[in-house]
């Protein structure tokens, strides 16, 4: 049964080490180096690089809508068979192994490098929703803000230790370098597999396991489960508005983490210096934005909280796009003659607090109005609307610079988040909490 006081500290610690293990494999596989290594060199299309980042963007979309449609489904197989760290440690071997992999790829194999992004990019997706399963069980409601906080800021932390070794040993991404940045897949996996072991070690698995059954027989459970959560869809009212809320907060967030280097590159024409300081700057921030907010949310609510870091988006947001003219009012009203890719990290440090305490807040708030027996159903549900929205969003963003232009479409990110505060107005914290201590267990 779940304590009223805290879950021991080194499990918490535990579970707080898988974000920072798991970072590194977004930031190195995803978003700094291997996505620019396979458009740029795996496929090497020259000088636009049109169809490398057509490939991309669909590998990337067929493993996100694999996790929507795996999600839920898994995680309630798992609140079934109170199996959730067998879940989570077979989604951390294979990312483990097909991100190593891709040491083995190829300049021109397209069709491996794919399939090992798919394959690592699914693994790692389902992963986040499996270790946010156990967070309800690490503490009260009230503690889960600053322990969601503490991971995410971990997270970040990770991910820039990663990326600086990387960057340092391994050199540019090049094609006459590629015998060397190769190694970012092995790294990749190591690190994950090494900084990951304080989670298997220390994190628990309450509730007695059930006896095991068939494979298509837990399919069936679980599908079984989703049917009877469906049925009492309208006693599960504040969490349905919550996680609608977090499908179009989360389409703005990829978009940003998609575009806003390219935005930086293309829109406000910044050196290569202030690119790398504009990456330090946002994990940096992102990590104090997740832990500082975690800590104010045991005092002002989860819900208050979040809604507070979608109205700071707002304001990264507008700041990103009126970059230029803060630039000109600066100049005017301050007498300073600074250059515009300098005020851009102004709006970096805004959207990198936005970017860590948004994720954190929306995480724990799912935490809290979840019921215990279905949380990992339920943080299925949180994985399935966070990368439905990734595939939204992108594409959405995608198609208005296309018609707009990359300076003005970056509005539609308000848009989404005015959207995202207007769904999560309606959520109770405490009617949401009431629910899920109720919730009683029918299958």
């Known amino acids: 049964m779940h304590r009223d006081g805290l879950a021991p500290k080194r499990e918490i610690f535990g579970w707080a080490m898988f974000d920072f293990a798991n970072q590194g494999y977004t930031l190195l596989i995803i978003t700094v180096v291997f996505g620019d290594l396979f458009t740029r060199v795996v496929v090497g299309d020259g000088p636009d690089y049109r169809l490398g980042n057509l490939l991309w963007s669909i590998a990337l979309a067929c493993s996100y809508l694999m996790v929507v449609a795996a999600n839920p489904v ?18 951390y071997l294979l990312t483990v192994t097909a991100t190593a992999l891709l040491y083995f790829v190829e300049p021109g194999w397209i069709v491996p490098a794919m399939l090992l992004v798919i394959v690592s990019n699914f693994a790692y997706s389902m ?35 990663a990326t600086a070794f990387t960057l340092y040993f391994l050199g540019d991404v090049s094609l006459e370098n590629y015998a060397t940045i190769r190694w970012v897949g092995p790294f990749a996996g190591g690190f994950f597999l ?10 628990r698995e309450y509730g007695e396991a059930r006896p ?53 590159a293309q829109v406000i024409g910044w050196d290569e210096q202030v690119r790398i300081l504009m990456f330090v700057t946002v994990q940096i921030t992102a990590a104090v934005g997740a832990v500082g907010f975690g800590l104010l949310q045991g005092h002002l609510g989860a819900r208050k909280t979040y809604i507070i870091t979608l109205s700071l988006w707002i304001v990264a947001i507008l700041a990103i796009w009126q970059t230029p003219v803060l630039t000109a009012l600066a100049g005017r009203w301050l007498a300073v003659d600074w250059q515009a890719q300098y005020v851009f990290l102004v709006a970096g440090v805004l959207a990198g607090l936005s970017l860590g305490s948004s994720q954190s807040a929306a995480r724990a708030l799912v935490g809290a109005l979840a019921p215990r027996s279905k949380a990992a159903e339920f943080f299925g549900f949180w994985g399935m ?3 439905a929205a990734a595939v939204f969003g992108i594409l959405g963003l995608g198609l208005l610079q296309w018609a707009l232009g990359l300076a003005d479409a970056i509005l539609f990110c308000i848009l989404l988040f005015v959207v995202a505060i207007v769904a999560v107005l309606p959520v109770n914290e405490a009617r949401g909490a009431t629910v899920a201590d109720d919730w009683r267990e029918q299958a």
């Open 212 to 264: 095991p059954l068939p494979v298509g027989a837990l399919v069936r459970v679980g599908f079984a489960r989703i049917a009877i959560t469906w049925s009492e869809l309208e006693r599960f009212r504040d969490l349905r508005s919550l996680l609608l809320s977090v499908f179009f907060a989360m389409s703005g967030i990829y978009i940003i983490i998609a575009f806003s280097f390219i935005y930086g």
């Open 194 to 203: 090494l900084a990951a072991i304080p989670t298997f070690v220390w994190l």
């Open 127 to 161: 992963g986040e929703g499996f270790i946010a399963s156990f967070l309800p069980e690490l503490g009260p409601r009230r503690a889960l803000g600053w322990i969601s906080g503490l991971g995410w800021g971990l997270g970040y932390i990770g991910g820039l230790v």
């Open 385 to 387: 609307a966070a990368k």
């Open 74 to 91: 898994c995680g309630a197989i798992m609140d079934y068979s109170r199996s959730r760290k067998r879940f989570l440690f077979a989604s």
